[in-house]
T-cell receptor, first 112, second 113 residues
Framework: SQTIHQWPATLVQPVGSPLSLECTVEGTSNPNLYWYRQAAGRGLQLLFYSVGIGQISSEVPQNLSASRPQDRQFILSSKKLLLSDSGFYLC???????????FGPGTRLTVT | DQQVKQNSPSLSVQEGRISILNCDYT??????FLWYKKYPAEGPTFLIS?????DKNEDGRFTVFLNKSAKHLSLHIVPSQPGDSAVYFCAASAPGANSKLTFGKGITLSVRP
């Protein structure tokens, strides 16, 4: 069976500090990978998706970047965090098809 | 432009009764629809999906109905249980979208014992 991991679970960072969130998937190969953010009281906003190693598509221009150095590893980064980067960050994977995406447990990021 | 809309932010239902969660969409290219359930501080969990070639899909207590002409879908939960209390997200996908999903803002369901 497939498992998706995210870490850390919670993170408190000062404004202007760097960020690195990691996501790994086990039990499958060549999945599509996604990063979402859920801001307080909001829906799920797709930030980045990847259909293969080194292939990253950005959905929303912002202070963040993503990388996929290995087939089942997806990293979300920032060089300098903003207060508006606070939120709940979710990684997900899927096959194509079907369209179901399966989510990790999430990372709660608070920028102070 | 919000392509998937969940206009009611919350719903409260008595245990044992039916919960009906609604979702509307504007993009006529969407051909696959999904519902997710999310507890606080956890990732969403896939519940049920429906292809545009169907108008109903059932899985246990959960049934999703699709009305393509109205661009409307609904999730029925029967009977509702207190453990169903969560945020429910409607999502949709279009062909060739690399399985990208467009999510609604979610509905908070509260099931009263």
């Amino acid at each position: 069976s497939q498992t998706i991991h995210q870490w850390p679970a919670t993170l408190v960072q000062p404004v202007g500090s760097p960020l690195s969130l990691e996501c790994t998937v086990e039990g499958t190969s060549n999945p599509n990978l996604y990063w979402y953010r859920q801001a307080a009281g909001r829906g799920l906003q797709l930030l980045f998706y990847s259909v293969g190693i080194g292939q990253i598509s950005s959905e929303v221009p912002q202070n963040l970047s993503a990388s996929r150095p290995q087939d089942r590893q997806f990293i979300l980064s920032s060089k300098k965090l903003l207060l508006s980067d606070s939120g709940f960050y979710l990684c997900a994977w899927s096959w194509t098809p079907p369209y179901e995406q399966y989510f990790g447990p999430g990372t709660r990021l608070t920028v102070t | 432009d919000q392509q998937v809309k969940q206009n009611s932010p919350s719903l409260s239902v008595q245990e044992g009764r039916i919960s009906i969660l609604n979702c509307d969409y504007t993009n006529s290219m969407f051909d696959y629809f999904l519902w997710y359930k999310k507890y606080p501080a956890e990732g969403p969990t896939f519940l049920i999906s429906i292809s545009s070639i169907k108008d109903k899909n059932e899985d246990g207590r959960f049934t999703v109905f699709l009305n393509k002409s109205a661009k409307h879908l609904s999730l029925h939960i029967v009977p509702s249980q207190p453990g169903d209390s969560a945020v429910y997200f409607c999502a949709a996908s279009a062909p060739g979208a690399n399985s990208k999903l467009t999510f609604g803002k979610g509905i908070t369901l509260s099931v009263r014992p």
